[in-house]
């Protein structure tokens, strides 16, 4: 079955870095869009920023713009956030997912995506 794993959460001082991993298991990775959501403690899940299956587009929320990179890796079918500039409002549990759709697209809506991880936590302290 399709499973999609997070890794690389942890605690970090703001301004510091931190990159998350996703790697997935049951899919043909080069299917599938792939998208980072965090959701914050008392909040709904957001978008953070995603990957066509061309890997050729990406989007990025404007919270994020500047300071977070996503990438994918076919060989190693995984995806990564590489978050810089953190700060304390960028605490959440990260998750990422898979979406199928057409080749240049990256979406940003959590309908379109049909597998979802289980979740990494992220804390910034202050």
């Known amino acids: 079955q399709v499973q999609l794993v997070e890794s690389g959460g942890g605690l970090v001082q703001a301004g510091g870095s931190l990159k998350l991993s996703c790697a997935a298991s049951?899919?043909?990775?080069?299917?599938?869009?792939m998208g980072w959501f965090r959701q914050a403690p008392g909040k709904e899940r957001a978008f953070v920023a995603a990957i066509s299956r061309s890997g050729g587009i990406i989007n990025y929320a404007d919270t994020v713009k500047g300071r977070f990179t996503i990438s994918r890796d076919y060989a190693k079918k995984t995806v990564y956030l590489q978050m810089s500039s953190l700060k304390p409002e960028d605490t959440a549990d990260y998750y990422c997912g898979a979406a199928r759709g057409t080749f240049w697209h990256a979406p940003s809506a959590q309908s379109e995506y049909a597998f979802w991880g289980q979740g990494t936590q992220v804390t910034v302290s202050s």
């Open positions: 049951g899919l043909t990775f080069s299917d599938y869009a």
